[in-house]
């Protein structure tokens, strides 16, 4: 089993470009999320899905928006990318939360 | 509002020394208790959970944690650490079973 993969893993965007960060997990968990992860302010929750087909705000959905395309698959979408989403993001998934997995994470840099 | 706290962001610790890494949340109903272990340019790795039953947990590393409702507390301990336990420790905890709520993390560094 992969686990929580993630892709890709570095990137360079200038401000105002878009892109998308996928997210897939083999694990058959219901619920997926996705996190933004910045020096000193630990993991903040930008979107989760609770079963494929629902989506939900986090702490800090401003500026992003996910699509659960499938059990299997939650994508991050920037539309206009800003400096300050510069960050580390990471995908995890759970089921009946009694524990996350992780993914390797995708450092994105806006210039 | 829900709440994790982490009292330290910085443990420093002398190499076969003890540490405690102190975790505290705010919540009036079940949780679900963990902490993970984050490595440099890594993702985040379960390190040892509460769901249920006793409250003393163990890791396959020597970690333990206890989980204490009355002060609402779940601190992670090691008796004797070693230079590979560097690395950033979250606390996290599960309300409503969908969500997880993140500490902001301690950074113990293991001085030889």
Redesign the interface.
């Known amino acids: 089993n992969a686990g ?1 993969t993630q892709t890709p893993k570095f990137q360079v965007l200038k401000t105002g470009q878009s892109m998308t960060l996928q997210c897939a997990q083999d694990m058959n968990h219901n ?1 997926m ?1 996705w996190y933004r992860q910045d020096p ?4 903040r ?1 930008i979107y ?1 899905s ?1 079963s494929e087909g629902t989506t939900d705000k ?1 702490e800090v959905p401003n500026g992003y928006n996910v699509s659960r395309l499938n059990k299997r698959e939650f994508s991050l979408r920037l539309e206009s990318a800003a400096p300050s989403q510069t960050s580390v993001y ?1 995908c ?1 998934s ?1 089921e ?10 995708t450092r994105l840099t806006v210039t | 509002a829900q709440s994790v706290t982490q009292l330290d ?1 910085q443990v420093p610790v002398f190499e076969e020394a003890p540490v405690e890494l102190r975790c505290n949340y705010s919540s009036s109903v079940s949780v ?1 208790l ?1 902490w ?1 272990v984050q490595y440099p340019n ?5 390190l040892l ?1 509460y ?1 249920s039953g006793s409250t003393l947990v163990e890791s396959i590393n020597g970690f333990e944690a206890e989980f204490n409702k009355s002060q609402t507390s779940f601190h992670l301990r090691k008796p004797s650490v070693h230079i590979s336990d560097t690395a950033e420790y ?1 606390c ?1 905890v ?1 309300f ?5 709520y ?4 301690t950074s113990l560094t293991v001085i030889p």
């Open positions: 929580v619920s999320y000193g302010m630990g993991l929750l989760y609770a986090g990471f995890a759970s009946h939360g009694y524990e996350q997995y992780f993914g390797p994470g | 962001s679900y963990f993970y890594q993702g985040l790795q379960l959970k769901l979250f996290a599960s409503t079973g969908n969500q997880f993140f500490g902001t993390g």
